[in-house]
């Protein structure tokens, strides 16, 4: 069964820093572009970051820039999003999501909270 | 940055009503347009992508037509199991960086 599982969501404080991962299962994962996506309480869904095959490339979301850092480890079929200098407008559920040639977002996890208040 | 605007934000429906969820580009996209439906406490499911192909295991009443700026997301017939939140996806070749449209919730009239 192709799947993905976050882990590493908690309860953080305003300028902390927090590791998130996502397993890949059920699928060859190092051929896939993969992606972080969000959704604060009760909003919308954003986009949050992107990264190549290889890891070689990845994007991000201007608000997130120069603070969240995408990686994987294709040896190990995970996604990492290291987030760090944490503000409460970064309070949401986080998503994992394998990302498809056509450019859609076809596998998600099942999310993983993450909280920042003091 | 691509801007994507779904119309209308709200819509209320009765089952058996046929449903249609617009999304405008702020720029050209191409046929990069990808539609979601998430329902509360879930996780967004892949309903339609590259603007009009029905991804695999979703029902038929579901169709996505469009190209450039302007798209639309069509239930035919309205289901109970529809009544959820719809939201429209960009992602362009490069640099690929993706947004997502506000969202269109669906409810029960």
């Known amino acids: 069964e192709v799947q993905l599982v976050e882990s590493g969501g908690g309860l953080v404080q305003p300028g902390g820093s927090l590791r998130l991962s996502c397993a890949a299962s059920g699928f060859t994962f190092s051929n896939y572009w993969m992606s972080w996506v969000r959704q604060a309480p009760g909003k919308g869904l954003e986009w949050v970051a992107n990264?190549?095959?290889?890891?070689?490339?990845?994007y991000y979301v201007d608000s997130v820039e120069g603070r969240f850092t995408i990686s994987r480890d294709n040896a190990k079929n995970s996604l990492y999003l290291q987030m760090n200098s944490l503000r409460a407008e970064d309070t949401a559920m986080y998503y994992c999501?394998?990302?498809?040639?056509?450019?859609?977002?076809?596998?998600w996890g099942q999310g993983t909270m993450v909280t920042v208040s003091s | 940055d691509i801007q994507l605007t779904q119309s209308p934000s709200f819509l209320s429906a009765s089952v058996g009503d046929r449903v249609t969820i617009t999304c405008r580009a702020s720029?050209?996209?191409?046929?990069?347009l990808a539609w979601y439906q998430q329902k509360p406490g879930k996780a967004p499911k892949l309903l339609i992508y590259?603007?009009?192909t029905l991804q695999s295991g979703v029902p038929s009443r579901f169709s996505g037509s469009g190209s450039g700026t302007e798209f639309t997301l069509t239930i035919s017939s309205l289901q109970p199991e529809d009544f959820a939140t719809y939201y429209c996806?960009?992602?362009?070749?490069?640099?690929?960086?993706?947004?997502f449209g506000q969202g269109t919730k669906v409810e029960i009239k």
């Open positions: 720029q050209g996209v191409s046929n990069f």
């Open positions: 590259a603007a009009s």
């Open positions: 990264i190549k095959q290889d890891g070689s490339e990845n």
């Open positions: 999501a394998r990302l498809t040639v056509t450019h859609a977002f076809d596998i």
């Open positions: 996806q960009q992602l362009i070749s490069y640099p690929p960086e993706s947004t």
